[in-house]
């Protein structure tokens, strides 16, 4: 979106982005502004009428089709409308590419106060599991991953790959003598599951897991005690905080 006016053009920011696709929905009115979030995610405040955004500002040098989909796919959410999926495409699929995140790499790592960039925790070494996993699970074939450890609430999340770095972050709950490691161990596979998947191109909802999806984690030689034991974790750190 450019606008041009006696010869020249001048770049629109990215709350005339959102106001313009409010309007082309005739639902109101938008604004929008860049914050430095640690992740990438985005946040609104609506009141009535208006819709007020936060966007996270590793998309601030994103090329203007993207910012462009990014303001008809949050719009849309916001105002509870139906967005057509050729709107959406372009942000959601820069959002995991690779062309955003190499660039933005040393930033991310930076902002990210609650990953520690080492594989050897207290108690376990996320470089002998993976090597464990990637051996019996997956025939050895997958790459090396960045291993972290992060510091975060369980009941968020257990652990996560984030494939446009090729980083596996395991919780920090996870690091205990007392936990057997075939639970970290799971959490790994599981975590690689979603990897094997978008390599193979494959379409997975990391929140909504399919039948598939499911019937492969089944294939984890101690899958039952390893959810007894994640259950466990997620049941104790929430009476812990009551």
């Known amino acids: 979106m450019i606008i041009k006016n006696l010869g020249h053009t001048f770049p629109v920011d990215i709350s ?4 313009a696709v409010a309007g082309n929905l005739h639902v109101g009115h938008a604004s929008a502004e ?4 640690s992740e990438l995610k985005h946040t609104w405040k609506r009141s009535g009428k208006t819709v007020t955004f936060k966007i996270s500002d590793y998309l601030k040098d994103a090329p203007e089709e993207v910012q462009d989909s990014l303001a008809w796919y949050l719009v849309s959410k916001a105002f509870m409308i139906p ?9 959601l699929a820069y959002s995991r590419s690779k062309a955003l995140w190499q660039r933005k790499r040393e930033l991310y790592l930076s902002r990210a106060r609650n990953l520690t960039i080492e594989a050897r925790g207290t108690w376990r070494d ?8 990637n051996s019996n699970y ?4 997958l790459q090396d991953p960045l291993l972290a450890w992060v510091d975060e609430s369980p009941t968020t999340r257990l ?13 920090r709950v996870l690091d205990a003598e007392r936990v057997p490691r075939y639970v970290l161990e799971f959490v790994v596979y599981h975590e ?8 193979s191109g494959k379409r997975i909802v990391r929140v909504h897991h399919t039948k598939s999806f499911r019937e492969q984690e089944r294939e984890f030689s101690s899958y039952t005690d390893a959810e007894k034991w994640l259950n466990r974790l997620v049941s104790e750190f929430k009476r812990s905080r009551k």
């Open 126 to 133: 996320l470089r002998i599991v993976f090597d464990y996993v």
């Open 138 to 141: 997956f025939s050895g074939q």
């Open 192 to 199: 690689l599951l979603h990897h094997v998947d978008a390599v």
């Open 16 to 19: 005339d982005r959102f106001e």
């Open 159 to 171: 652990g996560y790959y984030f494939e446009p770095l090729n980083l596996l972050a395991a919780n």
């Open 34 to 37: 860049f914050y430095p979030y």
């Open 83 to 91: 967005s057509k999926e050729e709107r959406s495409q372009k942000y």
